[in-house]
């Protein structure tokens, strides 16, 4: 089972409650456009707390298949048999490298950090493949 860190989400969540009090703060100064970029950043940053509270299991794997997040927080089994391919797309930009765990399912391309994960890609792709596919 992989799942978000909980370090992330309170991150998230005491970012969304910073930019809110900056939004107070501002529209108390009557700084329009104070306001105008720290409710937005309020909202997602909100949002996206709230879903790392709400579905923190990203990716699970068992016997049958496996379990992904679908939607905001729904979630989605997959047996073995629909999984077509399991791959780490690797970028390097800025001197970064980058890893996105992708499982295609035909119907369906599941994209994955490594926050979505709290792991890495590469080593997730590696336990998926071990397991069934």
Do not use: Q
């Not at 009090?21 to 937005?40: C, E, K, M, S, T």
Request: with cysteine; hydrophobic share 50%.
């Amino acid at each position: 089972m992989w799942r978000v860190r909980r370090e992330l989400a309170v991150f998230k969540i005491l970012g969304a409650l910073v930019c809110a009090g900056l939004a107070v703060y501002w529209w108390a100064g009557n700084d329009v456009r104070g306001v105008i970029l720290a409710v937005p950043a309020a909202v997602l940053l909100g949002a996206m707390g709230l879903r790392d509270v709400l579905a923190p299991v990203r990716l699970a794997a068992d016997e049958s298949g496996i379990t992904v997040v679908h939607g905001y927080v729904g979630h989605r089994h997959v047996p073995w048999e629909a999984i077509e391919d399991i791959k780490v797309d690797v970028r390097r930009r800025w001197g970064r490298r980058s890893e996105m765990l992708e499982i295609d399912t035909g119907d369906y391309l599941h994209i994955f950090s490594s926050h979505d994960l709290g792991a890495a890609p590469t080593e997730v792709a590696a336990a998926l493949r071990r397991r069934g596919v």
